[in-house]
């Protein structure tokens, strides 16, 4: 059975190969002396020291066929990680910020989901994520500009620094795309506590929650969670490698399957964490003894917290 990938930022899929290639193409330079150099660097203690990183790199990206270029080659690794939906996220604000017209992002990744299917035999979706450490106002300009490209959206999520940053100011902008019959998710629980998952469930009314892993902290959201199947999308090599978690066997995945949660496994930024969908799974069920029963319930969680319409969900089961 595939796997729904649920939980990927595009521009964490940048691989140091293709940023120095692309830094060359659009005559930039990266303030990393090459690929060994940069590589040396994903070495995090936090997730702010990651997300340092991963905005430096996106300087590279400026054009529509660079944007296209990044979407394809990782829509062409997913396929052979086993992936048969992608539902990734684009970090819009990144590239606004830096003079990219939302247009030539939107145009370039558009282009290579659209023939995805077709290509690599993946469905796909695109999720516009809102940075929360910028202000609500700076997301709802993003939200107009990315709608008035006419590109099709799937939904929109929340990521960024999350510890300090509340969700509630976005409150009034979830409402507005789920009127527009967006799909909406937030980053929550993965350097945050439990509060910041009951937050993004109560303020930002939330389909599915991504990391969300120290919901394991509360009784009672594991209960809520479960009863109401919410989604969690964990991404177990980004927990290590941000140091949400001390190593892989601390990480609650197994918990999480025991206490009936919707839990999926996903790559989150794969360049940048030691390895795509394949790679988590693989570190996971090494680490864990997982039976292949369980690696099942996990592809078919991954299809059930898609938002895939039921007819598909049925014939991917
Ligand atoms: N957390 C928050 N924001 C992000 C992440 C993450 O793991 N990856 C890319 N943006
Ligand atoms: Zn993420």
Redesign the pocket.
Known sequence: MGFAELHL?LE?TLEPELAFELAERNQLTLPWRDVDDLRSRFDYGC?QD??DI?YANMAVLRTEADFAELTDAYLARAARAGVVRAEVFL?LQAHTARGVPAEVVLAGVSDALSRSEVDHGVSSGLIVTFLRHLSADDAECAYDQALATGVELLGIGL??S?VGFPAAPFAPLWQRARADGLHTVA?AG?EGGPDYVWEALRELKVERVD?GIRAVEDPSLVAHLAEQRIPLTS?PL?NVR?KAVPHLAAHPLPAMLDAGLLVTVNS??PAYFGGYLDDNLVAVRDQFGLRQDQLDTLACNSIEASFLPAAEKARLL
Do not use: M, P, Q, R
Request: hydrophobic share 20%; aromatic share 12%; charged share 30%.
């Open positions: 930022h964490g997730l990651f997300l991963y970090d990521c960024s999350e980053h993965e990391h991404c980004s941000l989150d930024d």
